[in-house]
């Protein structure tokens, strides 16, 4: 809820630019939002977690993080067939979806760090909201904004690249656009 806004700005206007990009050099670029997709019938069948964790593993080797002032929600159960596939989530219990996709698909898979980015809005893009509207981009309980936080120190001290603070969505997708063309820039070089 809390960044569509910015991923409005990277369907319309980034990914198309980097689709042309990729295009020219013969290379296909398809992106994949997590958070799209998934219908209520999967999601209260425990299928969002499975279907994320294999969304991840076809993205590779490229991931985008975007982090605002929310932790995002954390499921109940996992599902024991997927713990059994992937015993790390046994340590990762009561942790949200967006963290356990954090630590799938970078964290704790030192391959990734050239390959992924995070970016951190600036907590104060809420403030300049109206009050009526930060509920939905401000985590409420304590104990969520500290897993909030923890979770941003552990990837500042990873070897991705993040950057902090970005003012607002037309910012990030500039910032998207600039390190993505950069990564397909030295992967797939111009002919030219």
Known sequence: RDLQGERDVLMKFVFPNLRTLCEERDV???EIDLRWGITEDQASCGEVL???LAEIERCRPFFIGLL???YGWVPHDLPHDLVAQQPWLKEHRHKSITELEIVHGVLTNP???NRACFYFRDPAYVQRMPADRRGDYVEQEAVLRDRL???KERIRASDAA???NYPDPQTLGEWVLRDLTTAINQLFPSNA
Do not use: I, N, V
Request: glycine fraction near 6%.
């Open 68 to 70: 605002g002032e929310r």
């Open 149 to 151: 936080q923890t979770l």
């Open 162 to 164: 993040w950057h902090d």
């Open 50 to 52: 499975p279907l994320c």
């Open 111 to 113: 391959t990734m760090a």
């Open 28 to 30: 296909s670029f398809t």
